[in-house]
């Protein structure tokens, strides 16, 4: 093999000549001085769901869905439970021109009070986060309507959160005029105060 350049004898596999320098057709592109050249691979894309903040509105509907729902399962426990108890019976049996209470509430009757509050607080809570924390992210009224609840990042809460948010509609009654909930058509997050308190955010699907 001979240098194109002065002539010059090259061994086999040299990349420049030994006498010139000069490089030959072999030469690697690094020999040169050069970086090798790496072609990037294309950007990957990850299709992630559209989601807005779900508005005030939406969510009264949900929640009204929600109350239905909670109705329709509370109704023949406590029917059933104030037949057993006779609370029926024994409000038939009072005199139709008296006070049934005018003397205080009979312990059978306030003892069905107590389990009237009961149901009410221990159902809500299970209903709304035990499946606000489940992989729907979202009671059944949210569901429906394409809502799920999710922490500030956009995951799923934890059981422990969810109750938090719960009970922290507490703090968002005591609110005057209910700004607490109403807070959820005008932040912009559109977060309601118990949102606020569990660092949370409703979701609407796109």
């Not at 010139?20 to 990037?40: E, H």
């Not at 109704?75 to 019976?89: D, K, N, R, S």
């Not at 009979?106 to 809570?125: A, E, H, K, R, S």
């Amino acid at each position: 093999m001979y240098c194109s350049k002065c002539g010059g004898t090259i061994a086999d596999g040299s990349p420049f000549c030994t006498q010139c320098g000069q490089s030959t057709s072999l030469a690697p592109v690094a020999a040169a001085g050069f970086a090798p050249v790496v072609q990037a691979a294309p950007p990957s894309y990850v299709i992630l769901p559209q989601v807005a903040y779900a508005g005030f509105w939406l969510r009264v509907l949900a929640y009204i869905i929600d109350a239905i729902i909670l109705g329709l399962f509370a109704a023949p426990i406590l029917i059933g439970a104030a037949m057993a108890m006779g609370v029926g019976g024994m409000l038939m049996r009072f005199p139709r021109n008296e006070n049934p209470f005018e003397n205080g509430l009979p312990p059978v009757f306030l003892l069905f009070i107590w389990l009237c509050m009961l149901v009410g607080l221990c159902g809500t809570w299970l209903y709304f986060a035990f499946l606000e924390s489940s992989e729907w992210q979202a009671t059944a009224g949210k569901k429906a309507l394409g809502l799920m609840v999710t922490d500030m990042e956009g995951r799923k809460v934890s059981f422990a959160r969810a109750s938090g948010r719960h009970f922290g509609k507490i703090v968002t009654s005591f609110i005057p005029l209910g700004i607490g909930y109403a807070m959820a058509g005008f932040t912009a997050k559109r977060q309601a105060l118990h949102d606020m308190l569990a660092s949370c955010l409703v979701l609407r699907k796109g």
